[in-house]
Nanobody, 130 residues
């Protein structure tokens, strides 16, 4: 299972980017997918995730109402639309999936943690200039 995140780049504060998560050799559709980000010296943070069956979504407080996660089943692609970007959104963004199909990475408290994900792709750098 190999994932690939793409779509990062340099953007001014207030701008937008759309990240894409694809897979090689298999379909993403049965897997919940998460977007996580990491800044050097800090722990990896779950930004958003989407379930596989009912397309239930979760957002961190820091990105809610600015980022939108979606999945295109026909293209087996998961997107993260990022609007109103801020300098503090600068990070390497990763997409990831749990080990098992149809398993949600969201725990009983309604949160997801990096430890819920098993398969990771190479990250894509997002840099927001202020």
């Amino acid at each position: 299972v190999q994932l690939q995140a793409s779509g990062g780049g340099l953007v001014q504060a207030g701008g937008s980017l759309r990240l894409s998560c694809t897979a090689s050799g298999f379909t993403l559709d049965p897997y919940a997918i998460g977007w996580l980000r990491q800044v050097p010296g800090k722990e990896r943070e779950v930004v958003s995730c989407v379930s596989s069956r009912d397309l239930e979504t979760l957002y961190s407080d820091s990105v809610r109402d600015r980022f939108t996660i979606s999945r295109d089943l026909a293209k087996s692609t998961v997107y993260l639309q990022m609007n109103s970007l801020k300098a503090e959104d600068t990070a390497v963004y990763y997409c990831a999936a749990p080990f098992d199909k149809y398993v949600s990475p969201v725990d009983y408290s309604g949160d997801a943690s990096p430890g819920s994900f098993h398969y990771w792709g190479r990250g894509t750098q997002v840099t927001v200039s202020s």
